[in-house]
């Protein structure tokens, strides 16, 4: 194909809706300067190479486990679906946008120091006293409180469009707990794997610095050197819970929950596994109303009770302020242009979405007589006005309240706000391999640094599904998402070092390890050795299946009964059981997300959809033996990635010492069952099977599997990684680098367990490990598990 007819094939039938600005084209319908060189990178390629360009992207998305979470009962994740074309926007009308927003942050600030504080605005008629009052996200036991940072809001999201004639628009200002700054991370990498060489010519401004900025406040306003900054999530089940666990990761933060933290004298401390420690920032991604389930929502399960008392003290400073959501509400943007003139003594330099709170007789009238190109909803609602909620009137039309519009405003109208709609501007999107114009909207962020507000050099892009309805935006409603560049026409410059070469060298302590964190990391390693355990044991079975049918033997009787007794279920290839045990695992990996590298998620993720698939192709026999080893190879392949790249923190050690537990428990069962005289005959050599020591004990012993040499390998040598006296050992060896592991010269109650069961071991020999003492070494491997949880777990 030409490069003309290619040309010719990319921009074919790329046309805005009438009266509509695009983002890519000017009005004389020519790509503007700053979109040149991406369409000429496309233009360049033919379609195979773009696919393949694109499809690295989607790969990176898929791999890294982002995903669009779906609620609909039975409904599974579906992929997050970024529009491989980024949206362009030039340095300078991006620095424009940032001395605009920073005024609007200025303000916010203003009118949140107010409503919390003088209350002026409402005592002099600027704010309807009834408006704020019946906002749920006005927090009246925060009355009076002043923050401990002295600022209420540090980290702000803005919503917006541009209009017809080419300007700007605050669609909806986002106070609560901003989410979407870490998915513009990962739409950056993605965006940036799928044109390597267009972006790193492209003088695309990267996003680090302001992320590194944002940090750096952080750390400064924390109140103790030895104090901690935290990021406050939900929990694994909040739609956004991906966000939160890549950013901690990303700024090195601790990612806590509610129960996490706790209150003592007014300060905020959280639970570790070294002890209650200072934690005197903390960034806010739970919304504000279940924060402490003494003074706010009683039934929160969220939250942390007395964490208002924290805040009064002056203990903490909250990212953002508690009771800050109240500026979210869509009536809040019809008095904010009036209250820049009051405050600020001049007009919104980007101004709002024009909007009329219905509370007055002019406002009711105007909405009233304009109902046709408005939209007429909740006055307290924090939905877009591109995203009506049921009850809502869109252009007048009546028939979804089933009242008459007049009767409605006068007898509601103090709790709604008519809004104008908005045409917003059109960007190019990828479909059909050619470019479509499609609505756009860009979520934009600020921060507060040392240095004042600094606005995020890109964005998150959110796009229409279709080019006539702006309202599907919405990702739910089928929209998607893009990258957002800021580009210069200059290269830029280097970051200056942040360090000098001669500057003195100091190593921080590893991170506070949350007790949760470690509950949660010591049952991964202890389910992710389960899942193997049963996989080694049912592929064992499945291999002999085909000589020695169910029941057909002493040996295969006695394996029947030892699984199902573990709940698994021989009739299936691959049972059910071992789907459950990897569910587990990926559930409680799921807990501390922010402690794996993204190889590490991808591997357990990609167990996890291999289990799904062969529990249906897998049948009894040989096929479901082969099954088995490829899963063993890819749960082998995780454990590999955690133990040999995972930081050897205590969070570390925990995960080492649940995985070396399990395995003890689960040979000591083994060689209880099968390693007797008594036992079934074959039933050595099942042992040496399961143990992964086949080759080892060739080499070892010159004779046959007997009592003796299973024992002496399996139980006894150190030097076999499966053996239990090597699991015994590396037990004894964490729990000693474990906090609290002695205290003035003093070992703790679980130290004089592990020594003593250690010990214990290494005085025996094969032939007084007998089964009696077999199953007393067992229970004491039990009793160290009850001493983990009593001491740092509980």
Not at 494 to 522: G, I, K, M, Q
Not at 653 to 673: K, V, Y
Not at 715 to 737: G, K, M, T, W
């Amino acid at each position: 194909m030409s490069n003309d007819a290619e040309r010719s094939a990319i921009l074919s039938g790329y046309a805005p809706p009438p009266g509509v600005r695009d983002e890519m084209l000017d009005e004389e319908g020519r790509v503007k300067p700053a979109w040149r060189k991406l369409v000429a990178h496309l233009q360049a390629a033919n379609p195979q190479e773009r696919e393949r360009d694109f499809s690295r992207g989607a790969h990176y998305l898929r791999d890294a486990g982002v995903f669009v979470r779906q609620y609909e009962e039975g409904a599974s994740p579906r992929d997050w679906p970024l529009s491989p074309v980024p949206v362009i926007q030039p340095t300078d009308e991006w620095q424009a946008l940032a001395a605009g927003l920073g005024e609007r942050a200025d303000l916010l600030e203003a009118v949140i120091a107010d409503l919390y504080g003088d209350n002026k605005l409402v005592a002099d008629g600027h704010l309807p006293a009834s408006l704020v009052a019946s906002n749920p996200e006005w927090l009246r036991p925060l009355v009076g409180v002043k923050p401990a940072s002295e600022h209420f809001l540090h980290f702000l999201a803005f919503e917006i469009g541009r209009g017809p004639d080419g300007r700007w628009w605050v669609l909806g200002d986002r106070t609560q707990a901003p989410s979407g700054a870490g998915y513009a991370i990962e739409n950056r990498v993605a965006s940036s794997r799928s044109f390597p060489g267009l972006y790193r010519s492209a003088n695309v401004a990267r996003l680090a610095g302001f992320f590194r900025a944002f940090r750096d406040g952080l750390n400064a306003a924390r109140q103790e050197d030895n104090s901690r900054v935290g990021i406050l999530t939900p929990g694994p089940m909040n739609d956004t819970y991906f966000e939160h666990a890549y950013i901690a990761r990303y700024l090195g933060m601790m990612l806590l929950e509610g129960d996490d933290l706790m209150v003592e004298d007014g300060r905020l401390l959280v639970r570790t596994v070294s002890g209650p420690k200072p934690i005197s920032v903390l960034w806010r991604r739970l919304d504000a109303i279940w924060a402490d389930p003494l003074e706010l929502e009683s039934a929160s399960k969220l939250g942390t009770p007395g964490l208002l008392g924290a805040v009064r003290s002056g203990g903490v400073t909250m990212v953002n302020a508690l009771g800050a959501g109240v500026l979210e509400s869509r009536a809040f943007l019809a008095f904010l242009p009036r209250l820049s003139e009051v405050l600020h003594g001049k007009p919104l330099t980007i101004p709002n979405i024009a909007t009329w709170w219905c509370g007055g007789e002019a406002e009711r009238a105007h909405v009233l007589a304009n109902a046709d190109a408005m939209m007429i909803g909740p006055a307290n609602s924090t939905r877009l006005p591109l995203e009506p909620e049921p009850g809502a009137v869109l252009k007048g039309d009546m028939s979804a309240i089933g009242l008459d519009l007049d009767a409605w405003l006068a007898a509601e109208g103090r709790h709604l706000v008519g809004q104008q709609l908005v045409s917003l501007s059109t960007t190019p999107t990828w479909e059909n391999d050619v470019l479509k114009p499609r609505p756009m909207s860009i979520r934009v962020f600020l921060s507060r640094t040392r240095d004042g507000w600094q606005l995020m050099p890109g964005g998150f892009a959110r796009l229409a599904a279709s080019a006539d309805d702006p309202s599907a935006v919405s990702i739910r409603r089928g929209g998607s998402v893009a990258d957002v560049w800021v580009v210069s026409d200059k290269p830029l410059p280097e970051e200056e070092a942040r360090v000098r070469p001669d500057e003195f060298f100091v190593r921080t302590s590893p991170a506070l390890l949350p007790s949760r964190a470690a509950d949660n990391l010591f049952w991964l390693g202890r389910y992710v050795e389960r899942s193997e355990g049963l996989m080694r044991l049912v592929r064992a079975y499945m291999s002999r299946l085909p000589e020695s049918p169910a029941g057909g033997s002493p040996l295969m009787n006695t394996i029947e009964t030892y699984l199902q007794e573990r709940g698994v279920e021989t009739g299936e290839g691959v049972p059910l059981a071992v789907a459950q045990a990897i569910s587990m695992a990926v559930n409680s990996a799921n807990q501390v997300r922010d402690r794996f590298s993204v190889d590490a998620w991808s591997s357990l993720a990609n167990l996890e959809g291999a289990v799904g698939d062969m529990r249906r192709v897998a049948v009894p026999g040989d096929d479901a033996a082969s099954a088995l080893g490829v899963l063993l190879r890819k749960i082998t392949g995780f454990s590999g990635l955690v133990h040999e790249n995972m930081y050897h923190s205590t969070g570390w050690r925990f995960l080492t010492i649940g995985r070396s537990l399990e395995r003890a428990m689960a040979m000591a069962e083994l060689l209880a069952t099968f390693g007797e005289w008594s036992g079934p005959h074959g039933g050595f050599e099942l042992c040496v099977e399961i143990g992964d020591s086949v080759m080892t004990h060739r080499r070892r012993y010159s004779v046959t599997a007997s009592r003796n040499t299973v024992i002496d390998l399996l139980a006894l040598d150190v030097l076999n990684p499966r053996s239990i006296a090597c699991h015994v050992s590396e037990i004894c060896h964490q729990v000693s680098l474990l906090p609290g592991a002695q205290t003035e010269g003093r070992l703790s109650n679980l130290s004089l367990l592990v020594q003593r069961l250690h010990s214990d071991l290494a005085a025996h020999t094969p032939q007084s490990l007998d089964l009696e003492k077999l199953n007393e070494l067992r229970q004491a491997i039990g009793q160290v598990t009850n001493e983990i949880h009593t001491q740092y777990l509980g």
